[in-house]
């Protein structure tokens, strides 16, 4: 039938059966028909032992141990394996199974490890021994899923009849109590040697801080003196700085003094001759109004003379002209009909030069059409050639020459040159 099993705080389940592939470690889990649940205290419990051994020098001792193991809690497989181990026991006789393998264990690793040092080895560095007899036990419990929680291995033991332990705990017993005595007198010794240095070493560190207290007191003196021709140098070059700012602004001031004096009596020169100019300009204006003033007054008086003089010579000639008018209407019709021939001959005179002037004009006109078209021609011919030649103008120049007979001409000339030179020209045949 089904059931409800619960562990208790220091037991666990271990349950095989149906449904469970191997085991099944639990605190609590429900039974079914065809499963085995049983269980087990994973209470540690502490064994002790007394281990014969012999050690690699041939020398038989005992070492006694306690040792407190127990299943590993924290690991499911270490647990499995305890559940194994003690799955074919009973409840009474575990305790006496697991005795019996620890004790196994213990004894064939203790032994394992004393046939490899001496006695003298394991008496003189028993930690080392005991660490690595507790190694290789709890390297052997692991496949029971057994813990070593606390190992207490105790001091040797002769074996019965065998004094070797102890004389050696005598012989160390005295080589401690020597080393102590001699120990004792060494710290005696260096205590004395101590204080004999310590009294040279106050002596000489006397002596040092005094050399010390003097030569601080001369470097500090001629620090203080350095300071001071330090102080008084920047004093120095403090002032000869303030000197020569103040120099400088004085140069300055006086620079900008004559400069601005400069620009005064420029600006009073300016100023004079602006005034001057004006003056003059004035006066120009003035002699210009006065001139033309008596230019009118000149023209008025004139003109009131020429008025006068013109009025008298008018009544005076007033009548000369009429007893002239008459004479002179039929001399004036004359020379009207004289003039009015005069003026159609001229007319047509100036009709004849009109025309021919306009000729002129037509034909001067055409001819300098014809000669803007003439460079337009030469203008495109050029441009022809130039691009039938691919922009050479050697060639086009070439070209020109030889179609303008240029070659032909400079020939003849050639020619002409040396026809007037008249070279004698002799060939001697030997």
């Given at each position: 039938?089904?059931s409800?099993?619960?562990?208790?705080?220091?037991?666990?389940?271990?349950?095989?059966?149906?449904?469970?592939?191997?085991?099944?470690?639990?605190?609590?889990?429900?039974?079914?028909?065809?499963?085995?649940?049983?269980?087990?205290?994973?209470?540690?419990?502490?064994?002790?032992?007394?281990?014969?051994?012999?050690?690699?020098?041939?020398?038989?001792?005992?070492?006694?141990?306690?040792?407190?193991?127990?299943?590993?809690?924290?690991?499911?497989?270490?647990?499995?394996?305890?559940?194994?181990l003690?799955?074919?026991?009973?409840?009474?006789?575990?305790?006496?199974?697991?005795?019996?393998?620890?004790?196994?264990?213990?004894?064939?690793?203790?032994?394992?490890?004393?046939?490899?040092?001496?006695?003298?080895t394991?008496?003189?560095?028993?930690k080392?021994?005991?660490?690595?007899?507790?190694?290789?036990?709890?390297?052997?419990?692991?496949?029971?899923?057994?813990?070593?929680?606390?190992?207490?291995?105790?001091?040797?033991?002769?074996?019965?009849?065998?004094?070797?332990v102890?004389?050696?705990?005598?012989?160390?017993?005295?080589?401690?109590?020597?080393?102590?005595?001699?120990?004792?007198?060494?710290?005696?010794?260096?205590?004395?040697?101590?204080?004999?240095?310590?009294?040279?070493?106050?002596?000489?560190y006397?002596?040092?801080?005094?050399?010390?207290?003097?030569?601080?007191?001369k470097?500090?003196?001629?620090?203080?003196?350095?300071?001071?021709?330090?102080?008084?140098?920047?004093?120095?070059?403090?002032?000869n700085?303030?000197?020569?700012?103040?120099?400088?602004?004085?140069?300055?001031?006086?620079?900008?003094?004559?400069?601005?004096?400069?620009?005064?009596?420029?600006e009073?020169?300016?100023?004079?001759?602006?005034?001057?100019?004006?003056?003059?300009?004035?006066?120009?204006?003035?002699?210009?109004?006065?001139?033309?003033?008596?230019?009118?007054?000149?023209k008025?008086?004139?003109?009131?003379?020429?008025?006068?003089?013109?009025?008298?010579?008018?009544?005076?000639?007033?009548?000369?002209?009429?007893?002239?008018?008459?004479?002179?209407?039929?001399?004036l019709?004359?020379?009207?009909?004289?003039?009015?021939?005069?003026?159609?001959?001229?007319?047509?005179?100036?009709?004849?030069?009109?025309k021919?002037?306009?000729?002129?004009?037509?034909?001067?006109?055409?001819?300098?059409?014809?000669?803007?078209?003439?460079?337009?021609?030469?203008?495109?011919?050029?441009?022809?050639?130039m691009?039938?030649?691919?922009?050479?103008?050697?060639?086009?120049?070439?070209?020109?020459?030889?179609?303008?007979?240029?070659?032909?001409?400079?020939?003849?000339?050639?020619?002409?040159?040396?026809?007037?030179?008249?070279?004698?020209?002799?060939?001697?045949?030997?």
């Open positions: 039938m089904v409800f099993r619960v562990a208790g705080p220091s037991d666990y389940l271990a349950i095989t059966g149906t449904g469970i592939k191997e085991i099944k470690i639990a605190k609590k889990s429900w039974i079914f028909p065809g499963q085995v649940c049983i269980r087990f205290d994973i209470s540690p419990e502490s064994y002790s032992f007394r281990v014969q051994a012999i050690s690699s020098d041939n020398v038989t001792f005992v070492l006694p141990a306690v040792l407190t193991i127990g299943p590993r809690t924290d690991d499911v497989a270490s647990l499995e394996k305890y559940a194994r003690i799955s074919s026991q009973d409840k009474n006789s575990c305790k006496e199974h697991v005795k019996e393998i620890v004790k196994g264990v213990i004894e064939g690793e203790t032994r394992v490890v004393a046939s490899t040092k001496t006695l003298g394991i008496f003189h560095e028993p080392m021994f005991n660490k690595e007899v507790v190694e290789h036990v709890q390297r052997e419990l692991l496949p029971f899923g057994l813990l070593i929680y606390n190992a207490n291995v105790r001091q040797l033991v002769d074996e019965r009849g065998v004094g070797f102890s004389n050696a705990g005598i012989k160390m017993q005295q080589e401690r109590a020597n080393q102590a005595k001699v120990d004792v007198a060494e710290e005696t010794m260096k205590g004395d040697m101590g204080v004999k240095e310590r009294e040279g070493h106050m002596s000489q006397a002596a040092k801080v005094d050399t010390e207290t003097k030569i601080y007191t470097q500090r003196q001629g620090e203080l003196q350095k300071e001071e021709a330090k102080v008084t140098m920047e004093v120095k070059l403090f002032e700085e303030r000197e020569a700012e103040v120099a400088k602004a004085n140069a300055e001031l006086a620079m900008k003094k004559a400069e601005w004096e400069r620009q005064t009596k420029m009073q020169v300016e100023a004079t001759k602006a005034v001057q100019l004006r003056d003059a300009e004035l006066q120009i204006e003035v002699e210009r109004k006065n001139a033309a003033r008596q230019m009118e007054m000149l008025a008086e004139n003109l009131t003379k020429a008025k006068v003089e013109y009025q008298t010579k008018m009544r005076e000639s007033e009548w000369e002209l009429y007893n002239k008018q008459n004479a002179a209407s039929a001399a019709y004359e020379q009207v009909q004289a003039a009015d021939g005069c003026r159609a001959t001229a007319e047509a005179a100036l009709f004849e030069s009109q021919e002037a306009e000729g002129e004009l037509y034909s001067m006109q055409n001819e300098a059409k014809a000669l803007e078209d003439l460079a337009k021609g030469e203008s495109e011919y050029l441009k022809s050639l691009e039938k030649f691919e922009g050479d103008y050697n060639k086009v120049r070439n070209y020109m020459m030889v179609d303008k007979g240029v070659y032909e001409e400079i020939a003849a000339i050639n020619a002409d040159m040396m026809r007037s030179l008249q070279p004698d020209i002799r060939v001697m045949n030997q």
